[in-house]
């Protein structure tokens, strides 16, 4: 029988974000923290790579001397178009790396408040950077999804995968045991239409056990992965998360 072991607790915080928000208030830090990380060098227009940047304090905007474009930090990325605060984004970071066997949405929206769709969104969000991060061990999930679609069922099939490819024997036992990491975590059995989400999360939480810089890979994840649209993370045409789902 496979015991699923709880990954041991990654760093939680990067101290400069501690820093910046005891200098500049909670969500001023926050932001500073997230350009810090995005831009290293300096802020550059994210529409012509400019280096001419304006900041524009009543609009809380950047503004490209050359092209005009405003923007702010979360443009072109996963954080891109959500009127979540970007405090509210790293604490949801902190609290999902923070918790060994995940942090379901009906948990983060007590902490942040606003509607449970909202938290859903930012979790999922969160998982589908952390997904794009992890591209080179796709293969293993979309394998355990053809030959394990149901939590009640004990072994694989054989049918071949949606890219018609056969799957090495080694391949269905290492997606499986993923599957199986996934389903001992706090999300229970979730829904299969986000199980790539879900393992997605479980992955990066081993992949980063007892890193120092956990968090901060997290956020940079974030940074780096495009916008998603909320009809990205919903199959179904009319879905909508119910407050009692993860």
């Known amino acids: 029988m496979l015991t699923v072991v709880a990954p041991r607790r990654p760093s939680l915080v990067d101290p400069r974000l501690d820093e ?15 350009e810090e990380l995005r831009w290293p060098d300096g802020v550059t227009c994210v529409r012509c790579g400019s280096a001419r940047v304006g ?25 891109h178009d959500s009127h979540v605060s970007a405090h509210k984004w790293l ?9 060994g066997e995940g942090f379901p949405a009906n948990r983060l929206w007590a ?14 969000r969160v998982r589908a950077a952390m997904a794009q991060a992890l591209l080179d061990d796709d293969r293993a999930v979309m394998v355990a999804l053809a030959r394990a679609p149901d939590w009640m069922r004990a072994e694989p099939d054989d049918s071949p995968l949606e890219d018609g490819t056969e799957a090495a024997p080694e391949e269905v036992v290492r997606g499986i045991h993923l599957l199986k990491q996934v389903a001992g975590s706090a999300y229970r059995r979730p829904s299969l239409d986000h ?46 998360p119910a407050a009692s789902r993860a």
């Open 20 to 34: 910046l928000v005891e200098r500049l208030g909670l969500d001023a830090g926050a932001n500073a923290y997230l």
């Open 55 to 79: 900041f524009l304090k009543t609009r809380i905007k950047h503004e490209c001397r050359d092209c005009r474009y405003q923007f702010r930090v979360t443009a072109g990325t996963v954080l």
């Open 195 to 240: 199980l790539r989400a879900y393992w997605a999360e479980t992955r990066w939480r081993m992949v980063h056990i007892g890193a120092d810089d956990a968090y901060r890979a997290t956020v940079l994840a974030l940074l780096t992965a495009g916008p998603i649209p909320y009809s990205q993370l919903t199959r179904h045409p009319g879905h909508r």
């Open 91 to 99: 604490l949801a970071v902190r609290l999902m790396l923070e918790s």
């Open 111 to 124: 902490v942040i408040g606003g509607s449970y769709k909202t938290s859903w969104f930012v979790e999922h």
